[in-house]
């Protein structure tokens, strides 16, 4: 058993990776393979990892979800009740009443159950402009980190300059956390190796530059949160996916357009936007898989959906009705038909025939009113100003069944005896977790 346990949850770290992190290695005494589950991306693979339970028992089925009742489409900003099992912090406080846990920014962990939380929470003004905020428990603390540190700089966290200094202020942030709180569980999610292997490739020079600066990083966050808590706390370093290298990209929107599935309506400002009422079929993209909405769940424009992809380059595998069992993506949050990218290809949101007619979101970092995720926001157009309407530039993605080593991660241990066996999934962490405190 252990009194502190730090879970590092880092995107994107392969077990090549360690031995250019000279601070990762000296800490990871004893690592195996970890494998994501499908849907191999943030959000599922977050709430794999701290339930313990799959997408079919838990609900979060990828990145955003399509709330049919209202036709909206919600991207990255669901509250923690999204997640429909308990995460590794309710379980704590239910059989360990006086151990505490502190969450920092990993995706819908507003209003969890942690003791200590702080997250991205920047407020949308009426202008359509956005302030720079946290959401933090207790309220306060954003404001004290803030005269500390400054302010979080979300224009680090995602966008052309997402960079280290993003990753730099949640590790600042967390040492100051673990003296001020001294949390028994410590969940803290850094960003930094997503970025330049989605954008040039996980082999490339900017991709391999991260994995050193990030492990600069880590260096400090061992030391300071050590020192921080009084004494050294089991440190579990696990990758939520890896990165691999795409030269090709589908189109499932425009596709399901061009079969009359999919309807448009105007674009305030210009543009089209996805007429969701009106479609009989649309997708929610999502790196390299995507759920397709069938209106009225109507079988047989579910099959034509499926008949559009099968054999098409760039999918693997389109699953239908309880074929979604296999990947246990039976929830009623899913897509009627779940279409599966090979994995050096990925799938970009674009529903627009022509440039000229996309709305004016896509041309800037808006994560919110797209109805997909779009790494293509990494690009900036000179010529333009704003964000390229070009997916080919993307050169890494995640996502697709990890059916190969090349797409296993990998879990470390400060700590030897804390793994057991040759290999764990990421519904094996919220056990491992639990199990150093007894429960």
């Not at 690009?379 to 080593?405: C, W, Y």
Request: negative net charge; glycine residues 8%; contains cysteine.
């Amino acid at each position: 058993m252990n009194d502190h346990v730090v879970l590092l949850s880092i995107p994107g770290l392969r077990a090549s990776d360690l031995g250019a992190m000279s601070n990762l290695s000296r800490m990871a005494v004893d690592q195996m393979s970890l494998g994501p589950s499908f849907p191999c991306v943030t959000c599922p693979v977050q709430a794999n990892m701290t339930t313990g339970v799959l997408p079919h028992k838990h609900g979060v089925v990828a990145n955003g979800f399509f709330y049919r009742d209202q036709q909206q489409v919600e991207m990255w900003t669901a509250w923690n009740e999204c997640i429909q099992a308990p995460q590794i912090w309710d379980t704590l406080h239910a059989e360990r009443p006086g151990v505490t846990s502190a969450v920092w920014f990993p995706m819908h962990s507003k209003g969890c159950g942690a003791d200590y939380i702080c997250t991205p929470a920047p407020i949308h003004n009426p202008d359509g402009s956005e302030s720079l905020w946290c959401y933090t428990r207790p309220t306060e603390l954003y404001g004290e980190l803030r005269d500390e540190l400054g302010h979080f700089p979300l224009q680090h966290f995602w966008g052309p300059l997402a960079n280290i200094k993003s990753s730099a202020w949640i590790i600042d942030s967390a040492m100051i956390a673990a003296r001020r709180f001294r949390p028994n569980f410590f969940y803290i999610y850094i960003t930094h190796l997503d970025y330049a292997a989605q954008k040039n490739g996980p082999d490339s020079p900017e991709a391999l530059q991260a994995v050193k600066d990030l492990d600069d990083g880590l260096g400090r966050l061992f030391n300071g949160v050590t020192q921080g808590l009084g004494k050294d706390p089991l440190w579990l370093i696990a990758s939520e996916y890896v990165i691999t290298p795409v030269n090709h990209v589908t189109y499932p929107n425009r596709v399901l357009r061009e079969a009359g599935l999919l309807k448009t309506k105007p674009a305030e400002g210009g543009g089209e936007l996805i007429d969701f009422a009106a479609s009989d079929a649309w997708a929610l993209v999502d790196h390299q898989f995507s759920h397709v909405f069938v209106r009225e769940a109507n079988a047989q424009v579910a099959q034509q959906v499926a008949q559009l992809f099968s054999r098409r380059e760039g999918i693997a595998e389109v699953l239908t009705g309880d074929d979604r069992q296999k990947y246990d993506l039976n929830h009623p949050r899913s897509g009627e038909v779940i279409l599966i990218s090979s994995p050096n290809s990925w799938q970009a949101y674009y529903y627009w025939l022509n440039d000229a007619d996309a709305p004016p979101f896509a041309r800037t970092v808006d994560i919110h009113r797209k109805p997909g995720y779009d790494p293509v926001e990494m690009f900036f157009d000179p010529a333009t100003r704003g964000i390229p309407l070009n997916a080919t530039l993307v050169q890494g993605s995640h996502g697709a069944p990890a059916k190969s080593e090349a797409q296993r991660g990998v879990i470390a241990a400060s700590q030897r005896g804390v793994l057991v066996g040759n290999a764990m999934a990421d519904i094996d962490v919220a056990g491992l977790v639990l199990q150093q405190f007894g429960v």
